[in-house]
């Protein structure tokens, strides 16, 4: 029996992924790959809808490619492929930006909150259609599942909304993909601000552990948490949301459930607590940041697992673009 295809992505947008990226979506990629003809892309075109630098892009998308290798996707299993080496990606986007409505995409909140910051005026009309470039990331490959963190599903019903529209339209074109999201690592907080998701553009350094950081950078950021006053170790969002985060850490890590870590740590305090998640995030990340060196060690080799992924995502993608001219009514070479 044939699997099912799956697609997910990544910005190469900083050196380094962090937790929310590893525990939100990459270890479920690793699961899944097994069961899914998976399609894992660096999404290098969403990267340039804010400013870039031009070496720091080039430098992080060798390093999002190592960091999904290290952290246990297998290329010989796997398609791992960097977006613009699918020209598919930029034309499907067209086609879809004409279908989308404009007060559909306005009500996209990842823009409202990106651009609130600059300003609309200042930023671009690429930012604005992102998610447009993201829906055709995914219904180029017809995947069934796209396995993402809760910040995705706005983007994941307008893709299914635009594929339904699409396949009414013009007969049926794209398979209708489900989100993946897992309830218990969807969202990964910020550790300074345990409100706040765990995000590349954080305030405060602080607030983020990356992939990428020596393990004594990690433990001291996880010893400055942000906790609260009562001192009690129990898992409670709202009342507690520092504390519960370093607990759905360590449980997301570790497979231990919450109830048995924090039994575990009943009579001690929030010292205890984040020298225990601190050690289990060393232990998970450590060998992935080593890996990662090694594979950027040999930049070559790098090269030529994505040109090997390419290949393999073309075939599909070009196959799935065809289909669209076609049934829009181009004249075809
Ligand atoms: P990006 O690069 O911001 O994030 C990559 C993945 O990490 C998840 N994630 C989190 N999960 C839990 N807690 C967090 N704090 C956290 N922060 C990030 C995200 O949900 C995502 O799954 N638009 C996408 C990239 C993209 C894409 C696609 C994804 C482009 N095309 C096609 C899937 C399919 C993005 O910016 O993800």
């Known amino acids: 029996m044939t699997k099912p295809n799956l697609l997910s992505g990544m910005q190469p947008s900083a050196a380094s992924l962090h937790l929310g990226n590893y525990l939100g979506a990459l270890t479920q990629w690793v699961k899944m790959q097994d069961d899914f003809n998976a399609y894992y892309v660096i999404v290098d075109l969403h990267a340039i809808t804010v400013s870039q630098d031009p070496s720091e892009l080039r430098q992080n998308t060798r390093r999002t490619a190592a960091q999904y290798i290290a952290a246990g996707i297998d290329p010989s299993k796997s398609a791992l492929f960097v977006q613009s080496h699918i020209p598919a990606h930029a034309q499907l986007a067209w086609v879809l930006n004409c279908i989308t409505g404009f007060g559909e995409a306005s009500r996209m909140t990842q823009f409202k909150d990106k651009s609130q910051k600059g300003g609309a005026d200042n930023s671009s009309v690429g930012l604005f259609t992102y998610p447009i470039l993201q829906a055709a990331d995914i219904l180029l490959y017809q995947p069934k599942a796209v396995p993402v963190g809760e910040d995705q599903r706005q983007h994941l019903e307008l893709t299914r909304d635009l594929a339904t529209r699409f396949n009414s339209r013009f007969g049926k074109t794209f398979e209708i993909p489900e989100a993946h999201i897992l309830k218990e690592t ?148």
């Open 186 to 333: 969807a969202k990964i907080y910020d550790l300074q601000e345990p409100t706040a998701k765990m995000s590349k553009s954080a305030q405060d350094p602080k607030g983020l552990v990356n992939l990428m950081d020596e393990p004594s950078v990690i433990a001291k950021k996880i010893k400055s948490a942000v906790t609260d006053t009562d001192g009690e170790i129990r898992f409670d969002r709202e009342a507690k949301p520092g504390v519960s985060n370093l607990i759905g850490i360590y449980s997301a890590v570790t497979g231990e459930s919450v109830e048995s870590f924090t039994s575990s740590l009943q009579g001690q305090g929030y010292g205890a607590l984040k020298t225990a998640v601190a050690d289990a995030v060393v232990a998970e990340l450590d060998p992935i940041r080593l890996r990662a060196q090694e594979l950027l060690a040999d930049p070559a080799e790098l090269d030529r697992l994505l040109a090997q992924g390419a290949a393999k995502a073309n075939q599909i993608a070009e196959r799935t673009l065809s289909d669209v001219y076609d049934k829009l009514g181009f004249v075809r070479p």
